[in-house]
């Protein structure tokens, strides 16, 4: 329990509640220790690597339109159009949305 090959793989785990999200999880380990903080990824196209971006669904509605706002207006992740119409790059989770269409009240 006490192996960093244990620590990393406790990393990769996913609570159900959130295997709908199509991520791909990157543990880099450094073969020795460095006074650098972190790493450097050279990205050529982030647009590319990134399809989209989703906003925790607790997030209050300014947040998530402050949010929306830079990740659209300052970082370019503008909608895109796709085949059955626009697709949106930055979206907010509807993960602890009810869907109301489903609900049935008998009376």
């Known amino acids: 329990m ?20 199509n991520e791909i999880r990157v543990i880099v380990v450094k073969q020795k220790e460095t006074q650098e903080r972190g790493i450097r990824l050279p990205i050529k196209d982030i647009y590319q690597l990134i399809n989209q971006i989703t906003i925790d669904p607790s997030a209050g509605n300014y947040t998530t339109e402050a949010l929306k706002y830079y990740l659209t207006g300052e970082l370019g992740f503008t909608p895109i159009g796709r085949s059955m119409g626009q697709f949106h790059r930055v979206v907010r989770s509807n993960l602890y949305m009810e869907n109301q269409s489903n609900v049935k009240i008998t009376l």
């Not at 620590?7 to 990769?12: F, H, S």
Request: proline share 0%.
């Open 2 to 21: 006490n192996s960093s090959d244990f620590k990393a793989r406790l990393l990769l785990l996913k609570r159900k509640d959130f295997e709908y999200e």
